[in-house]
């Protein structure tokens, strides 16, 4: 029922236009700060294993891949929302990121499922990550359900290049849904879902949750902490092991993102440390052995192709020009110089 929901929601978002009055708008202004993720350094050189997850995950992709179209709106300049033809897409982008630093993270606090706001820096990380990304386009957005992640995906889209307004779709219920809605189809063109979930949101960290981490790691030693924060499956007292963390995780991603990606929709994900660890555990085939050492920093966008049925990690995008990033696939380089000849 509630994937129903969301497939009709996004559905009504779906944008076949192109932006009318784009030359009104204001030039992008060029991101040059460099940052570096922990995690695409610290997993270099690991080794691969096929998961039961990738094999299921294949047939999921060929069996839907091949029965959608998609239309991308930048890629389509001189088609009207009528007569649109849809294109076949065997492509997407997929971003993920980490909220950014939240002001129990400023405190050295465990935080799991208690939903606290950005911090100064937290802000100004997300708003980074948007420059980051403000040349790769986004269809759909995911976050959990804490206010963290959906700043993060808010702040950070105010940097997107595309200038679409991301918003909250509201379908908690029947009431919910019918006072949210968009009655001009050009404003719903220019809009971008989000689509919280609860299943996104941090691992719940039980009794930790509120403790400081160094006054913790003080009074049970850091090998217990280091176990209840890393370890795969063991849980903190009365909490979530990362592995009961994925099995909510991993399955939303399955049911309700992978479908998107496989219709050709880019999507950016705004979740939280140890959801977004389970989520690359399942993408990069990682063992419960690798995981522990997947580190994610917060406000770092991580991009990912899915190319015939292929999940391809591209890294951290630098900036919004840097060539690496949008040189791996036509279909980015052209998004890009669609923007570069708009802005
Ligand atoms: O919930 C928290 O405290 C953090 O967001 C993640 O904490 P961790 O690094 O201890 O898993």
Redesign the pocket.
Known sequence: MAAEVCHQAIGTFQSNSFLNNAKNNQKFQKNSIILTTKYFTSCNGLSRRASNYSAQRKCRIRSSASQTSVVDPVLSPSRSSTTETPRKSNEAALILIRHGE?L??EKN????CVDVPLSKKGIDEAIEAGKRISSIPVDVIFTSALVRAQMTAMLAMTQHRRRKVPIILHNESEQARAWSQIFSEDTKKQSIPVIASWQLN??M?GELQGLN?QETADRYGKEQVHEW?RSYDIPPPNGESLEMCAERAVAYFREEIEPQLSSGKNVMIAA???SLRSIIMYLDQLTSQEVISLELSTGIPMLYILKEGKFIRRGSPIGPAEAGVYAYTNNLALYRQKLDDLY
């Open positions: 939240s129990w993270n606090l465990f935080t799991g941090e691992r960290y981490k924060r939280h440390g140890n």
